[in-house]
C-alpha cells in the first residue's frame, strides 16, 4: 500500500479549499483517494487553464469548491460556480476551462 494510500485511509478533517493550492500558469491535483471502486482528487486551476476534450470510460462527479469553470460534455457547456456539481457520464467526451482561478472535487466511480 502506498503512502497516500495510508493517509487516505487515516480518519481526518479537512478543509478542501486549502487542501490544494493555485499556481500562476498551472492545474494543481492532489489524490486524496485512490481505491478500485474509484478515486477523489482535488485541483486548483488558475484562470485560462483547461484540460483539452477527452474520455473516461468510467462516471464522474466535478464538484467546484471555489470559483468559476466551464464544463462542456458531448458539446454542451455548463458554466458552473461555487457550491455546485456536474456529472459527466462514461464515455462522453468532455473538457474543462476555468473562467477565473476555480478549485474542483472530482470523484471517479470505477464500479
Not at 500558469?25 to 485560462?48: C, I, P
Not at 457547456?77 to 461555487?82: A, I, K, N, S, Y
Request: net charge negative.
Amino acid at each position: 500500500m502506498s503512502e497516500m494510500q495510508k493517509e487516505s485511509l487515516t480518519a481526518k478533517v479537512l478543509n478542501l479549499v486549502e487542501v490544494v493550492g493555485y499556481q500562476d500558469g498551472s492545474v494543481v491535483s492532489r489524490v486524496l483517494l485512490k481505491q478500485k471502486g474509484g478515486n477523489v482528487t482535488l485541483f486548483a486551476f488558475d484562470a485560462g487553464q483547461e484540460l483539452s476534450e477527452h474520455t473516461a470510460p468510467f462516471d464522474a462527479l466535478v464538484n467546484v469548491l471555489e470559483g468559476e469553470v466551464e464544463v462542456t460534455i458531448s458539446g454542451m457547456p455548463f458554466r458552473l460556480v461555487t457550491g455546485e456539481m456536474v456529472i459527466m457520464p462514461a464515455n462522453q467526451p468532455h473538457a474543462l476551462k476555468a473562467i477565473s482561478r476555480f478549485k474542483m472535487m472530482l470523484t471517479m466511480i470505477r464500479s
